[in-house]
């Protein structure tokens, strides 16, 4: 096993272990969550030790948590109690692993992710922005408590060690075939239109990858084509406590190809949207990040069918719009001026990576 993952509790009495942070949703089922708790149960009294699996959604700072406001709601949680032990996991190579790591006086436990629960996905924050951001993360928590989930016991933080995970979904296997879009668009005081055909060779692209898409364009008007625009907008919509739907653009290029009257224009064009030209911007969805990790943009959301909305989160997709900038002659060309415009659908994943 490459690394381990650990974390103490402050008053040394629990140790938490992982064999991994990534967790991958195979649509069917997801990766069974296995670690093991080292114990010291000297100062522990009559309290026990349960560990909780917690998928939830933050929208805000915990350092704003004021008047008994929480600014977390939790989607989805479950608890199993490790000490005294009740109902011990079957043990996986993960668990043997980690027991040999951990030594004596540690114990196992497993827990299964449901698989309608939303992907890890945070949202970027602002650059004087502090705290955790906002999104969805799955956290793992080992505590002592004199019961498993009582709302009036308070458990003190040095009782508590905490690691982040990820659940992520991969590319599937299947590419399809690429989207098709056209236009054809007449102008005031043209006789003749101007027509406009985008298209792409497959429905989803690797984050990184190169996306060609191949343009054509027919300009029977008496109007000129200054240039070809070509922007990609990511979407976000936050379903989970409000109708927040919002767009960004993740990449903007212009192309200073023209075309004249009854002119045409065959080529294929390429374009990358990547986080690293996207760092400034306040709210762009992002893959979950894990402490000092970088990530990338946020994967397409791959919907499942008869998934309850208000347990998604956050809802991630990506369109391509091709612009074209079309001046008028004569007098009147500002005037005239006008835009032909075609969308493509996208989607943007990760390649599932070699077994």
Known sequence: MAKIFKK??????LTLYLGKRDYVDHVSSVDKVDGVVKLDPADFGDRKVFVQLACAFRYGSDDLDVMGLCFRKDIWTHFVQIHPPVDKPALSAMHETLLKKAGDGAQPFSFEIPNNLPCSVSLQPGPDDKGKACGVD?????????EK????EKIEKK???RLIIRKIQYAPSQVGA???AEICKSFMMSDKPVHLEASMEKDLYFHGEDIPIKIK???ESNKTVKKIKVTVDQTTDIVLYSADKYTKAVFTQEFGDTVEPNGSFENTLTIKPLLADNKEKRGLALDGRLKDEDTNLASTTMLREGIEKDVLGILVSYKIKINLMVAGG???GGLTASDVTVELPLMLM???PEE
Do not use: Q, R, W
């Open 138 to 146: 799955f956290e793992v928590k080992t505590y002592l408590a004199m």
């Open 8 to 13: 103490t509790s402050g008053n040394g009495g």
């Open 159 to 161: 009782d508590t060690a």
């Open 330 to 332: 004569g007098l009147l």
């Open 149 to 152: 989930c009582n709302p009036d």
């Open 350 to 352: 990760h390649p599932k």
């Open 178 to 180: 690429g989207p098709k």
């Open 217 to 219: 364009i027919k300009n």
